[in-house]
């Protein structure tokens, strides 16, 4: 049975940071790619960051250079720091893997 698991939301002034992590379970993680989305209230989910089993790593143009997706395989665990955050980050942030596999997701709120 595949589980993934957030954690790390919060609540963040705007240029602030937060780190997520989603540790997953049921599945030889080492070998997947891991995604993160997130979905703002009103919006339809949108893709956020990416990282292959080999951590080659991409990101969505709106949060490139603000925000590093990293993980750490023998902890089955991906993270996702962000820096810089802006109000239109704040969302559900979600991570998900191949086979339509999702969390249940973070809250992140950036308001001051």
């Known amino acids: 049975q595949v589980q993934l698991v957030e954690s790390g939301g919060g609540l963040v002034q705007p240029g602030g940071s937060l780190g997520l992590s989603c540790t997953a379970s049921g599945i030889h993680f080492s070998i997947y790619t891991m995604d993160w989305y997130r979905q703002a209230p009103g919006k339809q989910r949108e893709w956020v960051a990416s990282?292959?089993?080999?951590?080659?790593?991409n990101y969505a143009g709106s949060v490139k250079g603000r925000f590093t997706i990293s993980r750490d395989n023998a902890k089955n665990t991906v993270y996702l720091q962000m820096n810089n955050l802006k109000p239109e980050d704040t969302a559900v942030y979600y991570c998900?893997?191949?086979?339509?596999?999702w969390g249940q997701g973070t809250q992140v709120t950036v308001s001051s």
């Open positions: 990282i292959t089993g080999r951590g080659s790593t």
């Open positions: 998900s893997t191949i086979g339509n596999y």
